[in-house]
């Protein structure tokens, strides 16, 4: 296998590049990119590795050909466009613990900051003003610190908090009563947070929701010396009503890493009374870096080389140790998915994918992926595994996946069902060997065959000289036939023939194939 290569686009700890090239990636170092000259190079990578500098929009996917997998190492996202990324098939993963101590830290940091002036304190100072009656400060002990978004970082800055002495009071909607216990922190809504915080710094992802959290109108709603600290996304906070209501002195202190605009030359805020600014630095401690790119490097080079996925947003985790045992049945599944999606010619209405045997202990999400990437591929060109389960809901395909824990006449089985308005069709199969994948069951008649680049699927009445007619058929063809099988569900019932054939049959072929009696359904297939 040629090695996987690797854009690392932003500045990430050179560990990153030692571990990628001990991995066996091949490996660039490039940070600090032009999206024209992202767009430009990116065509030659299957892998990128980024920070917050780096935007991975619509455009630079589309381009990104060879591109498997986006690496960000740290937590937010908000500059990678997951949606196209789905869609193109690009696996999207994060590090969500690797630099949250070190966020947290920063958040704290910034509170002390806003608290006692530090920033422009050091300033006089060192301009030689020795203003001592100027920085009146602010103690934190007893004081309410209002956490939006209780998530990592937001419980880490929870605790540091509880450690200073400070009460906490959170608004998180997905917050648990339970994890709130735990941490001593006490469940609020937004109104009571912003009415009761003498300071709040916010922990939220930048999303659709979350965006301008803290508006004008929210910030209104603040008690009068508030002190607000950002250190999530830009574009959480107003940044213009902030400064409004610094000037005004209605919010007594502001600490800013992020900003709606980055990197921010120039801001809104800027020049503002008791602004403390730092440039997006959150993440950025020794410790921090390493654990990411360490991280972010080990992840990626695990997807490349062995399929292993952890820490997607988009794709459900496989862990190292199943995705060597995962492999043949990616296989076998996506053959039985496009066994079913080539025999379809009208609109799905389900697909149920059911695991019997050994398989069943798998992780098998990834293996009702590839079977619904299967399925659609005869349909949609652009379907690929990542973006499958997405196209599917879109098009109001219900999906079952069902494990049985029975034994099976095999090893493993996986049984894959298709509705369509007029019927349910089901095709099963399972690995011979265990990596050959091989058919054994059709609509519940048994039979025994593999999968073949040119394959013919019919469907009869069980009465005497169809064999012969076909068989006869395909030699005036020059169709030479490789392998034939039979099954029936009773002696003059309904009966299925799947022939592998060495040669493509052609259209008037098959129109003839159709036309012989008792033949209800003839397609040729190709695997
Ligand atoms: N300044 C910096 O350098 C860094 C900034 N960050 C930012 O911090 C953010 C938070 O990181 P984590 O705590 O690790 O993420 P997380 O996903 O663990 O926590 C986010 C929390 O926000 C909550 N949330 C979501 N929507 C909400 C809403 N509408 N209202 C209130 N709460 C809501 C979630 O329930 C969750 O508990 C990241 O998304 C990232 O943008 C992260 C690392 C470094
Ligand atoms: O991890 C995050 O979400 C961060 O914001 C850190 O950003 P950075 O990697 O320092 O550009």
């Not at 998180?172 to 009571?192: M, W, Y």
């Not at 709040?200 to 803290?214: C, F, G, K, S």
């Not at 959150?282 to 990411?292: L, P």
């Not at 098998?364 to 595994?385: C, F, I, W």
Request: charged letters at 20%; glycine letters at 8%; one cysteine or more.
């Amino acid at each position: 296998m040629a090695k996987p290569k690797v854009l690392i686009s932003d500045e990430l700890s050179p560990r990153a590049v030692e571990i990628f090239s001990e991995r066996g990636c091949d490996v660039d170092f490039k940070p600090g990119l032009k999206p024209a000259e992202l767009r430009e190079i990116i065509g030659n990578y299957q892998g990128l590795a980024i920070r917050s500098a780096t935007k991975v929009t619509a455009e630079v996917l589309a381009v990104a050909k060879k591109l498997k997998v986006v690496g960000r190492a740290g937590i937010g996202v908000d500059n990678v466009d997951i949606k196209a990324a789905t869609s193109h098939g690009v696996v999207v993963m994060n590090t969500p613990f690797g630099n949250a101590i070190t966020t947290a830290e920063h958040a704290i940091a910034l509170m002390f900051s806003v608290a006692r002036q530090v920033p422009e304190a050091n300033a006089s100072t060192q301009a030689g003003k020795w203003e001592k009656n100027k920085f009146m400060g602010t103690e934190l002990s007893f004081k309410t610190l209002g956490l939006i978004g209780c998530g990592n970082i937001g419980s880490i800055v929870a605790e540091r908090a509880i450690g200073l002495k400070m009460r906490v009071v959170a608004y998180d909607p997905f917050l648990s009563d339970q994890r709130a216990t735990e941490l001593g922190v006490e469940k609020a809504t937004l109104e009571q947070v912003l009415a009761r915080a003498d300071f709040i710094t916010v922990h939220t992802p930048l999303t659709e929701q979350t965006r301008n959290i803290l508006s004008r109108a929210n910030l209104m709603k603040t008690k009068k010396g508030v002190r607000i600290v950002n250190c999530a996304r830009g574009g959480l906070v107003d940044e213009l009503a902030v400064r409004d209501l610094l000037v005004s002195g209605h919010i007594a202190g502001a600490g800013f890493d992020v900003f709606v605009e980055e990197p921010a030359k120039e801001n809104v805020l800027f020049g503002a009374p008791n602004l403390v600014c730092t440039p997006h630095l959150g993440a950025s401690t020794v410790e921090a870096q390493e654990n990411v790119a360490l991280q972010v490097a080990e992840q990626m080079a695990d997807y490349l080389l062995t399929g292993a996925v952890t820490n997607s947003l988009n794709m459900p985790n496989v862990s190292a140790e199943d995705a060597p045992k995962l492999a043949p049945f990616l296989d076998l599944a996506e053959k039985l998915g496009s066994f079913a999606g080539q025999l379809t010619d009208t609109d799905i209405k389900a697909v149920s994918i059911e695991f019997e045997g050994q398989v069943a202990r798998l992780n098998v999400k990834p293996l009702t992926q590839v079977a619904l990437m299967g399925v659609l591929r005869p349909q949609l060109t652009s379907v690929n595994m990542v973006n499958a389960p997405v196209i599917a809901r879109e098009r109001g395909i219900e999906v079952a996946e069902v494990k049985h824990e029975r034994e099976t006449d095999y090893n493993s089985m996986i049984r894959l069902s298709v509705t369509t308005e007029k019927y349910t069709r089901s095709v099963t199969g399972t690995l011979f060997g265990g990596k050959h994948p091989r058919i054994v069951e059709i609509k519940g008649i048994e039979i025994d065959a593999e999968f073949a680049p040119h394959m013919l699927y019919i469907t009869n009445d069980d009465k005497p000289g169809f064999i012969g007619r076909l068989g006869t058929l395909l030699g005036e063809g020059k169709v030479n036939i490789a392998t034939f099988h039979l099954g029936r569900d009773k002696p003059g019932g309904s009966a299925i023939a799947l022939v592998q054939v060495d040669q493509p049959i052609s259209n008037e072929l098959m129109g003839k194939i159709v036309g012989i009696e008792g033949v209800m359904q003839a397609k040729a297939l190709g695997f």
